[in-house]
């Protein structure tokens, strides 16, 4: 059990001394600080420069917000492998004995939860903050596995920026744990761990808040993106009954089978539910009778997608079937490049839309013959791998998707666990 602690300074010298001696008094564990700092001239690089647990990191050009400085010290953590990652400010006190090994030990204990929300007395009385009645963490800590998970869902591929950077200072960690509800984790809401706020009254603060908490910008932006508790339960987990094999079509986009569990990797409205298909860990074994999956093998890392097929064929009934609908190189080359019977745009085709290099699953990432296809899934240990046509399945040809509206630059595969 590793634990790094992340917290952006500047110009805080007195509060930053009782932030870090705090976590340190109340840590239980070892700890491991990693301080950004936006160039401070008070002293607090030279003293963080000499503190034996910290790994100082300068932050190079203007100050942008926290949620740069925490994105930089949250790539550092996920880079070392720390196993959990506190969030922290240099201007907050922990209260509660030996509250971060508490807070990691909950977290060991419960595989499903993405965070541990400490108690923080900001509005002048002890509480957790929430969206739609969930509540996520402020100050806690995260699990590193879950929060790469939710990077990727936010549209890091990397999955080190936890915190979304549409957002400057506040809302992204707001939308961390909405995305940690969304994608099937949940967060604790540790009673009794406390934080108090020592809300340091300076300019970097009266930066933050600017024009109050109605009208400030992320908290305008993060309104405008989570208006709904619903979107909070689109998740997959929870969508599998017992006793009752699914149907599920995944990577549905804005196409919805109907009788099926539509699921996507981003929300849209089509999707029933969010599914990162790098993160299938909370899915049950055995719940689908058939997965169709259409145009979005190409959109899978080569080196990761074997592991994907064979999460598939374990969420597969014995004797259920996997569909595929996937790009077709040398359908591309003579039917878009060579000749525009399918449309012209060949590069879109073959490489993703505009705009999808660094979205994890809109941008593609490799490309299929058909016999490339089926030995693959053969060696993924599907059985009876075949080409399918579209005719077979008059549902699906009715979808019209890319399996169909772009059939000469798609090639079929489907095979049996």
Known sequence: MSLAVVL??????????????????????????IVVDGGSTDGSREYLAAQPDV???????????????????????????????????DDAECQ?????ESAVGMLEDDPSAAAVAFEIDMWKRWGFDNVHGKPYSNFGVYRSSASQAIAR????????????????????????????????????????????????????????????????PDSVLFRQRWTSPQQLVCSAAGK????????????CGQKHLRGWLNLDGTITPAADAVLDLYQTQHV?????????????????HPDKLPGVLRELRRILVPGGKLTIATIDIRGIMANRFEAPHNGSAWNAALYGET???????????????????????????????????????????????????????????????
Not at 8 to 25: I, K, M
Not at 240 to 251: Q, S
Request: aromatic share 12%; proline share 5%; hydrophobic share 40%.
């Open 355 to 417: 705009d999808s290099t660094h979205h994890p699953f809109l941008a593609h990432r490799q490309a299929f013959t058909q016999d490339t296809l089926l030995v693959l899934m053969a060696r993924c240990e599907f059985r009876n791998v075949r080409r399918w046509a579209l005719a077979e399945y008059p549902e699906i040809n009715d979808l019209n998707d890319y399996a169909r509206s772009c059939a000469l630059v798609t090639c079929y595969g489907e095979g049996i666990a």
């Open 153 to 216: 869902a936010q549209g890091d591929p990397t999955g080190r920026a936890f915190w979304n950077p549409i957002y400057r200072t506040y809302g992204a960690d707001s939308e961390h744990g909405a995305w940690a509800w969304k994608l099937g984790y949940h967060v604790i809401a540790a009673k009794g761990l406390r934080v108090h706020d020592l809300q340091v009254k300076d300019a970097m603060r009266d930066a933050n808040e600017a024009g109050g908490p109605a009208v400030r």
């Open 240 to 251: 599998f009954p017992e006793g009752r094999a699914l149907k599920i079509h995944i990577g």
């Open 55 to 89: 790994v100082l990191i300068g932050q190079r050009g203007p100050l942008t917000g926290a949620v740069r400085a925490f994105n930089l010290g949250f790539a550092y953590a996920v880079d070392e492998g720390f196993d959990y990652i506190g969030h922290f400010n």
């Open 8 to 33: 952006g300074s500047f110009n805080r010298l007195p509060s930053l001394r009782t932030s870090l001696d705090s976590v340190r008094a109340t840590a239980g564990m070892p700890v491991t600080f």
């Open 284 to 300: 049950p074994s055995g719940v689908a009778s058939w997965i169709y999956w259409s145009h979005g093998p190409e959109h899978i």
């Open 96 to 100: 509660t004995p030996r509250m971060w």
